[in-house]
């Protein structure tokens, strides 16, 4: 390894950390014929985190940062007077075995500038993609981008070798598209989403009659949109989430807060700061859709298109709920058990697993840890003095508010623990 | 009150479980042989048995789950002085009730078993992320650790499964021992690093060709990817407590490579 892969390592991490996934979980891959690599069972594993506390699961890089296109968000737009660099795919894949034997990562994410055509790009990102699975014995995990307008075969053969495939959307609507990146057709993204939602949900419906049916995509597609360069409101994005998991049956929709990088005007100058308290909230609300029942019309409407910045969306909604509370946890059903505030999917189990053991009391509440200072609000449990149960959803958001106070920091992440 | 005695493994902690039925004690401290000088009431030295042993684990898997009872060697394997004691009281209540007590939280051991396993877990599940392989020039992966709680056994099977084509070692370096695996099978083994390996001097001089150059490319990633108007170093500092980063090149100054 020389001093060129030094410095396109440098140029070509650099490109891609914008993309934000970092997930490396819920692939089926297991280690075969003593290969090398294992992505199944997966929780995904964070080998490091970034100096902002960013996970660092997979390689990220992109094969290259020329591009033909000159998208105004973008770095490697073409028109930015930029450092400019290519790997070869066997550098790639000698980089990626390499991180991986000593346990540096989980494995590979490859994204690209798009040079001459989307099937040439695609081409080379599949190539490397079947050379490491076929050559090298590699199980680990690999999540490939899917090139808007590359053929369906290449993004067939694309899932057969990769965990995990995307297609950004980048903008959250049509016309922030086509306002910022003229050159690209909205539908082009889309196509690739549709194609992969019908290839993964074929292989699914087969993979139950036939048990030797090679892989396709086991950790399904994601997307991205960029938040907070364009003026969309939070629930036009939700609701665009929301199309994304019920229509594309997409795993996950990353948000990514904008980190101005352009003079352009059509865009937020640089020097203003990344939104980051909004990317949480809206990482927040997101996790309320996937893992809480939650739809995005309860956590924001056109009236109140906003979620609110200084608490959480799961308390928000419970103050604008309060004729669902007070809970009882001894019982409510599962359901709204995780509804309530302060309360996450795992406490609700432990509620509902011990409650057929004993009465639970705030005490009991107290001892698993559940009993913070949100829940006491919502729930139905005598507690030793206190009586709350008069306060108007001002009065408790001000309690709450000026309680976690301290706790509140300017400096959002993603990867804040979520609730 | 007595006191039983046992050599701190875990058999010898089931052993002298067994025995506070055989030998229907009361008010029963447990203890290993090398913790305080016991100053009241009886004291009894617990003979490791195999067998009884055995017989302790099969009776607690009649009353709770296959993984249940997992859970309760990890909760062993946090090394807390009053975990043979919290066992102790969690055996005691399954042998009483006879059903299935792993999910009373409302229990005082119940709850304090899963608290520590939650955190031996969380010490397996950093190691399986923050082991640093290092290439030796005759093809054995290295790396070495000092986990807060003694969780080699938890890792083996996870590092077997995904390394199952080259040879790796992982150290111990707080309880001397280290998993070695030959390509066919994990084993324990007791090591013989040299001191200067251990004490975290360079250790380049057994890497191949190789190392040096990965371990620079993976700093240069690390250093690439952060976003500088994002910093969030509290936040760094959580998912990566500072114990951990001298065995972590990615925290090594540039250029230079990792200890042990
Ligand atoms: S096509 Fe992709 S890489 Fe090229 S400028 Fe647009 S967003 Fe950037």
Redesign the pocket.
């Known amino acids: 390894m020389n001093d060129r892969i030094s410095e396109k390592l440098q140029i070509l991490a650099d490109a891609a950390k914008y993309d934000v996934s970092c997930a490396s979980s819920g692939s089926k891959r297991e280690n075969e014929n003593k290969g090398l690599g294992n992505a199944a069972g997966g929780m995904g594993i964070c080998h490091a985190y970034t100096e902002d506390g960013r996970c660092v699961s997979l390689l990220k890089i ?1 094969l290259t ?1 020329y ?5 105004a ?6 028109s930015n007077d930029i450092k400019r660099a290519a790997f070869t795919v066997d550098e790639v894949v000698e980089l990626t075995i390499g991180f991986y034997r000593r346990n540096y990562i989980e494995g590979l994410f490859l994204s ?3 040079f001459k055509n989307a099937d040439y790009t695609m081409e080379r990102l599949v190539l490397i993609a079947k050379k490491l699975r076929t050559e090298h014995n590699f199980h680990g995990y690999i999540h490939l981008k899917a090139i808007p307008g590359a053929s369906d075969e290449l993004l067939q053969q694309a899932g057969r070798y990769a965990d995990r495939l995307s297609v ?1 959307v ?1 903008m959250p609507t049509e016309q922030s598209l086509k306002l910022l ?1 003229p050159e ?1 057709n909205r539908n082009d993204m889309l196509k690739p989403m549709q194609y992969l939602k019908q290839a993964i949900t074929q292989y699914e419906a087969e993979k139950k009659t036939s048990r030797h049916l090679p892989l396709f995509a086991p950790a399904g597609q994601s997307t991205q949109m960029v938040i907070g360069a364009t003026p969309e409101n939070d629930w036009q994005i939700l609701m665009m989430s929301s199309y994304f998991y019920q229509k594309m049956r997409m795993k996950r929709v990353y948000y990514s807060g904008y980190v101005p990088i352009s003079n352009d005007n059509r865009l937020p100058a640089i020097g203003t700061p990344v939104p980051m308290i909004r990317e949480n909230r809206l990482y927040q609300a997101d996790w309320l859709m996937r893992f809480y029942g939650f739809t995005a019309g309860e956590l924001v409407a056109p009236d109140s298109p906003h979620l609110d910045m200084d608490i959480d969306p799961k308390l928000g909604w419970a103050l604008r709920n309060l004729h669902l509370f007070p809970v009882d946890v001894n019982r409510a059903d599962a359901a709204l058990i995780m509804r309530v505030p302060g309360i996450g999917v795992q406490s609700a189990q432990k509620i509902i697993a011990a409650r057929r053991f004993s009465r639970l009391t705030w005490d009991h509440l107290k001892q698993m840890g559940i009993a913070g200072s949100r829940a006491r609000y919502f729930l139905d449990c005598r507690i030793p003095g206190d009586n709350r149960r008069d306060l108007t959803p001002m009065q408790i958001k001000q309690q709450i508010l000026s309680l976690q106070h301290s706790k509140y920091q300017p400096n959002f992440s993603p990867q804040l623990k979520l609730f | 009150m007595t006191t039983l005695l046992f050599d701190g493994s875990f058999p010898g902690l089931l052993t002298a479980i067994f025995e506070v039925y055989e030998y229907k004690l009361n008010d029963v401290r447990l203890a290993t042989a090398d913790s305080n000088p016991v100053l009241f009431g009886e004291q009894r030295e617990v003979v490791t048995d195999a067998s009884k042993a055995k017989r302790v684990w099969q009776g607690i898997g009649n009353c709770i789950s296959g993984e249940a009872r997992h859970q309760l060697y990890q909760a062993y394997l946090s090394e807390l002085d009053t975990m043979p004691q919290t066992l102790l009281a969690y055996f005691q209540y399954a042998f009483f009730k006879q059903t299935n007590v792993h999910e009373d939280f409302s229990h005082p051991a119940v709850l304090t078993v899963h608290q520590t396993v939650r955190k031996v877990y969380r010490e397996k599940h950093r190691m399986e992320a923050f082991v640093r392989f290092s290439e030796t020039t005759d093809g054995l992966f290295y790396a070495v650790v000092e986990p807060d709680f003694d969780v080699l056994p938890l890792i083996a099977e996870h590092f077997e499964k995904r390394y199952a084509d080259q040879r790796w070692v992982i150290y111990d370096c707080r309880r001397k021992y280290g998993i070695f695996y030959d390509l066919s099978s994990v084993q324990v083994v007791e090591m013989n690093f040299s001191p200067d390996m251990l004490q975290g001097k360079d250790a380049s001089a057994a890497w191949n060709e190789k190392e040096a150059g990965f371990q620079h490319l993976w700093q240069q990633y690390f250093n690439s990817v952060n976003i500088a108007s994002r910093k969030n170093t509290a936040l760094h500092i959580r998912h990566m407590p500072l114990r951990y980063w001298k065995y972590l090149p990615e925290k090594q100054p540039a250029g230079t490579g990792m200890a042990g």
């Open positions: 992109l940062n591009c033909i296109y000159n998208c968000y973008c770095v490697s737009r073409s690209s500038g798009i950004n980048e990146a690209k």
